[in-house]
């Protein structure tokens, strides 16, 4: 199998920690000379941090990394990361690869405590309308065609397809996206879509369903997780549209 | 409960929305056939023109003579003050000794089908839509269930209308297949949460509706278009009656798996 992504135009969401950070820096690896790599988060200040040491970590590469502070679940942020990945000067590169990994932790309650539409409407709106139309954006923006290598992830979890009690919010959100994602699979012919479910990490987000739940796992490093999916992408065998978890084969 | 071979969803609360027109119309139709005298049906939707008329109807029927209670409600189930004012409505109009709550989520919408995944960029048009598909129906069950809370001796029952949508993607449907995944598994984790509710996710086929016309007319993918034109050239489209009765037959035998979903075409 090849040992690049190739010279790409590559989008992660959600990178200034976890596991976008992770992804970021294994994608870097990964990508040829006269690439560009777009990191966006909400915080600035980390994920400045970040691009500072990617840049200087691939400075051999040539690689060009670019952090784009934007709040996803506004029109003006998705509209403004688009706005960027447009501005690179991409015209010699075969592969768009939008990692859709930005995600929010809901409350974690009882179904019936779910009285108040603003509040499942902010996460939903985060959680799924971003993923979708920041990824429409994209599409629009670099337009699929044969010859050109187009890649979606959508970063999504076990409880994308498993209920999980307590977990409304969470579950509801992820099984929309594995749909919106599968509807996307079966409509371009010219882009691969792939939802991966990396399983318990060591990140924040973590640790905030631990401290809450008392549900405390043994976690995984990201990186592994993060290599299973650079080694997906990299082989790139797998069916447009389906869902493969870390625990899989 | 007091379940009679005349009467078997027995002295039921049932709240359906969507119940103006089409599938949620006939839901509130049929129901009314089988709950015993004394019981409440509350129609929803936004039309109240609409709403009156079913009322009416349903008053002068043969359940209605017989005491049924028909009361409706003209909300936009997006805000939360829509929510408290079908909720309302059916605590007034219920009595202590209602042995079954039915709760029918039907509202839906097609959303847009004349584009594809790759068009959807306007954030307003998908939050509207999942406010309406999606959230709505959650905060709607959550208050329902909130103010009918377990006791001995009632029943509680939430219907989600779902669709094959839910479990299969169609091109150029992005929308409401999403937002019928995301119902299924909504329900399905409530009713992991409940065990001693009943939940239903039914999927009641194609049928002859306005939402079927507007499918066969807008939507964007050839090959999808093309089925359901030819569905409904051969008559392969079910009337809601149909379809419904099938829902009815689910509800009195009572013995599904709660949280599954149920295809008409299983049934």
Known sequence: SPSTLGRGICIITGASKGFGHTLAQQVCSLLESGSVLLLV?????????????????????????????????????VKETVRAAKQEDVKDVDHVLLINNAASLPSISHFSSFINPDEVNSYL??????????????????????G????????????????????????????????????????????????????????????????????????????EPGAKLMKLLLDNNFISGSHIDFFDA | ???????????????????????GREAATQISRLVSPGSVLILVARSEDDLRTLQAELTESKAGKAGLVVRYVAADLGLMEGVESVVKASKEASSDNIEHLILINNAASLGDVS???????????????????????????????????????????????????????????????????????????LAEEEPTLRVLNYAPGPMDTHMQDEARVKTADLNVRKSFTRMAANGLLLSCEESCAKLMKLLRENTYESGAHIDVYDV
């Open chain 2, 115 to 189: 584009r594809f995944t790759r068009e959807f960029t306007d954030m307003a048009e998908v939050n509207s839509y999942l406010s309406l598909n999606v959230s709505s129906s959650l905060c709607l069950t959550s208050s329902v269930l909130q103010a009918f809370p377990q006791r001995p001796r009632l029943q509680r029952t939430v219907v989600n209308i779902s669709s094959l949508c839910a479990l299969k993607p169609f091109p150029s449907w992005v929308l409401y297949c999403t937002g019928k995944a995301a119902r299924d598994m909504m329900f399905k984790v």
């Open chain 1, 41 to 77: 988060a909400r915080t600035g200040t980390l994920l400045q941090k970040l691009t500072e040491e990617l840049q200087s970590s691939t400075s051999a590469q040539q690689l060009v990394v670019r952090c784009i502070e934007a709040d996803l679940s506004t029109e003006e942020g």
């Open chain 2, 1 to 23: 409960m007091q379940r009679t071979w005349n009467s078997p969803l027995g002295q039921a609360l049932c709240i359906i929305t969507g119940a103006s027109r089409g599938f």
């Open chain 1, 125 to 146: 709106f985060f959680n799924v309308t971003s993923a979708l139309t920041l990824t429409a954006g994209i599409l629009q923006a670099f337009p699929p065609r044969p």
């Open chain 1, 148 to 223: 050109l290598r187009w890649t979606v992830v959508n970063i999504s979890s076990a409880f994308a397809l498993q209920a999980l009690p307590s977990w409304v919010l969470y579950c509801t959100g992820k099984a929309a996206r594995e749909m919106m994602f599968r509807v996307l699979a079966a409509e371009e012919p010219n882009v691969k879509v792939l939802s991966y479910s990396p399983g318990p990490m060591d990140t924040e987000m973590q640790e905030e369903i631990c401290r809450l739940t008392g549900a405390c796992y043994d976690l995984l490093p990201c990186q």
